[in-house]
């Protein structure tokens, strides 16, 4: 495999080929690739979030119906 091919295979698999690394204030080095990791894990910690409260909202008027049946609430 020459090294184009593996450059292109790493592009291929959204790893960043070629693109900076930024230095901090205290001169370390980010990684472009841990960058975008932490990126997605916040988009999906947000996501997560919402799912949980969606759920705990509909496990809430599952509750109530429930008791509303058991006592024979109806409709």
Do not use: C, F, Y
Not at 27 to 47: D, G, I, N, W, Y
């Amino acid at each position: 495999m020459t090294p184009e091919e593996a450059r292109q295979q790493l592009r291929d698999a959204g790893i960043p080929v070629g693109e900076p690394w930024n230095q901090t204030t205290e001169k370390t080095v980010k990684s472009p690739l841990v960058e975008r990791q932490k990126e997605h894990l916040r988009a999906l910690e947000s996501l997560l979030e919402k799912q949980i409260e969606a759920d705990l909202e509909r496990q809430s008027k599952l509750a109530a119906a429930l008791v509303k049946l058991k006592h024979g609430g109806g409709t």
